[in-house]
């Protein structure tokens, strides 16, 4: 099992930057991608990166690419969310996964439900 921690959010304005940081323990040699996902009041909850342990390879929802930079230290059990230019409607909770067997990012992205295991997330907020 592996237990995840989400920090760095905060309130900004729009075209401001936010990095937000998840924290992984437990059974972490076996996770395979850690994806972020984000979630408005009233809305389902989305996709929004995921980046490969392994390979270091990311994947973006087409809604914050080029502005939105996941990365890894994997000697941390760390990954990153740089979030910059960012917009009103990027505000959310936004949540960490971990996933242990490897698919696709646009399946991870579209898929929320098929994770049992969220951290407790962290409020972005940006105003216009």
């Known amino acids: 099992q592996v237990q995840l921690v989400e920090s760095g959010g905060g309130s900004v304005q729009a075209g401001g930057s936010l990095r937000l940081s998840c924290t992984s323990s437990?059974?972490?040699?076996?996770?395979?991608?850690l994806a972020w996902f984000r979630q408005a009041p009233g809305k389902e909850r989305e996709g929004v990166a995921v980046?490969?342990?392994?390979?270091?390879?990311?994947y973006y929802a087409d809604s914050v690419k080029g502005r939105f930079t996941m990365s890894r230290d994997n000697a941390k059990n760390m990954v990153y969310l740089q979030m910059n230019s960012l917009k009103p409607e990027d505000s959310a909770m936004y949540y960490c996964?971990?996933?242990?067997?490897?698919?696709?990012?646009?399946?991870?992205?579209?898929?929320?439900?098929?994770?049992?295991?969220w951290g407790q997330g962290t409020t972005v907020t940006v105003s216009s």
């Open positions: 980046i490969y342990t392994g390979s270091g390879n990311t």
């Open positions: 437990g059974d972490t040699y076996s996770v395979n991608y």
């Open positions: 996964a971990a996933g242990f067997y490897w698919r696709a990012g646009a399946v991870v992205l579209r898929s929320p439900g098929d994770f049992g295991h």
